[in-house]
């Protein structure tokens, strides 16, 4: 009767090329770390540093991809903050998720007053939840801004793992962790006040690294953290369920991609609506006339669709990823290909910030085609062509940082006002004259500076609705304008608005200079 074979005997059916390569011969059996002067000569003290680095040699090789990670989050989060102190961070999109975590944090209903809706109706960012404890220790809005960058660098972690689990040497893995962290689109997005994509990033990484090494209990909580991040996180979600159950096991795949669906759909047909009393409002944005619209368009004038998805530079966003990535992920594109649906989408929508590496909207697409990039080089039979495969990866990935990334040596460079500026001194002054609790109608830019009250407009809110709530109100005065206490605004505002010059007789100056005006309400 014959044995059956033990789980160390089974050989991985998606075991890669460069795994097959089995180590033969006591050449290659040797510590690599040993000097031959040793096995010659005992020295004394050289053997105390041999051994130690023997000792140490599993950990030290991991310290160049955490001290890039480090470095990554370091840079990022001082840039993000630093803009927040100059002013540049504006309340659209770091004063929503500020105010939202804030009321949180107090116990209060997180109805965000900076844009009139629910938190979790405008999306349903249900993992902001987790940042709460944050603000009960340290409440400022430059833990957002940390936070944001961390994740983003902890994206490195599951693209080293991969391809350190995937046998391609630590070198390797190191410099292909560094090309995701190279990326420009995960500078230019992490730059992008704050969004809930930070996560996304982190989460899809994690989620496609447990699904490649089987760790299904890891692999589940990722995704249902991932579904949990934004109503639209299922087009990342879906994908990994469909490659898990066909590479992996095929009832665990089914059950992630049709929770996948079933959370799309509870969160835009039930969530949202329950919330806000409307649909999502940022779903209007596919051409001709909407989905049926678009269908039609297709099947009568196809030349219109192809004309569309070849202006406004969406054929120079595609060679944007693509280039930023090395293209070697064409080689062996099944988890490249996961991102098919969120590239597809980004694409067709007809708001133009979705088809630009600039903004956040493209910051989950990177960490697939990092670890499609790890996939497709590990796919690779001879050694000297991954080698260069990996080579290349890296060169284009300093390329690509250098012509379109926030990196030291990129071309360009983000725009930060100091904080020692007279500008901002001056700013300051009057911003942080506005009391705690009072209700403030602020101006763009000082939202972030003042939102953690229950009851914060940005200006011409509630004067005149801009942006606001479900938009059904857009340029109307909302009825409770009467209620704000004070107005903030730039003397550039002051002096051209039209909506001040309509109030301004119900204010008085309290506070200005050269950069600012606070105005307090005296009828």
Known sequence: MSKRPGPAERRDPIQPAAERQEPSGPAERRDPIQPATERRRRVPGIEVVVAALRENASWLAHVPVGLLAVLYAARFASLGIAALHGYEQPAFDLGIPDQGIWLLSRFHDPFV?????????????????????????????????????????????PVYLLARHLRLGTVAATLLAAAYLLNPALQQGNMEQFHVECFEVALIAAAIYFAVVWRPALLVASVVLLLLCKEDAAMYALPIGVWVAFR??????????????????????????????????????????????????LVRHPGAVFSYLGSQGRAFYLWQLAASAGLVFILAPEIAALAVIGVAVNLVSTFGYQHEIDYH???????????????????????????????????????????????????????????????????????????????????????????????????????????????????????????????????????????????????????????????????
Not at 137 to 154: C, D, E, K, R, W
Not at 248 to 270: E, F, I, K, P, Q
Not at 406 to 425: K, Q
Not at 471 to 494: K, T
């Open 248 to 297: 992996r096991d095929r009832r665990t795949g089914l059950a992630l991609a049709a929770g996948s669906v079933v959370s799309a759909l509870v969160d835009n047909l039930l969530v949202i609506p329950a919330l806000i009393g409307v649909f999502n409002v940022h779903a209007n944005r596919l051409p001709f006339g909407g989905f049926g619209g678009s269908l039609r368009t």
């Open 361 to 523: 909207y493209s910051l989950p697409i990177v960490p697939i085609l990092a670890c499609g990039t790890v996939w497709a080089v590990s796919r690779v039979r001879r050694a000297g062509w991954r080698r260069a495969a990996v080579g290349g990866v890296t060169v284009a990935a300093l390329w690509a940082c250098t012509v379109w990334g926030l990196a030291p040596f990129s071309d360009e460079t983000y725009p930060i006002v100091s904080a020692s500026s007279p500008l901002v001194t001056e700013t300051n002054q009057v911003v942080r004259s506005v009391p705690a609790h009072a209700v403030v109608s602020a101006f763009y830019d000082y939202v972030p500076e003042l939102d953690h009250r229950t009851r914060i407009y940005m200006w011409p809110n509630p004067f005149r609705a801009s942006y606001w709530g479900d938009l059904r109100e857009e340029g109307q005065r909302l009825p409770f304008a009467s209620q704000v206490q004070y107005v903030v605004l730039p003397v550039s505002v002051v002096d051209t608005d039209p909506t001040w010059r309509q109030v301004s007789g119900h204010f008085r100056l309290v506070k200005g200079n050269a950069a600012a005006d606070l105005f307090k309400r005296v009828s």
């Open 113 to 157: 007053t900076v844009m009139g809706r629910q938190l979790f109706g405008d999306h349903t960012t249900f993992v902001y939840v987790l940042l709460v404890p944050f603000y009960w220790i340290y409440p400022h809005t430059s833990v957002l801004l940390a936070v944001q960058a961390v994740l983003i660098a902890a994206g490195a972690v």
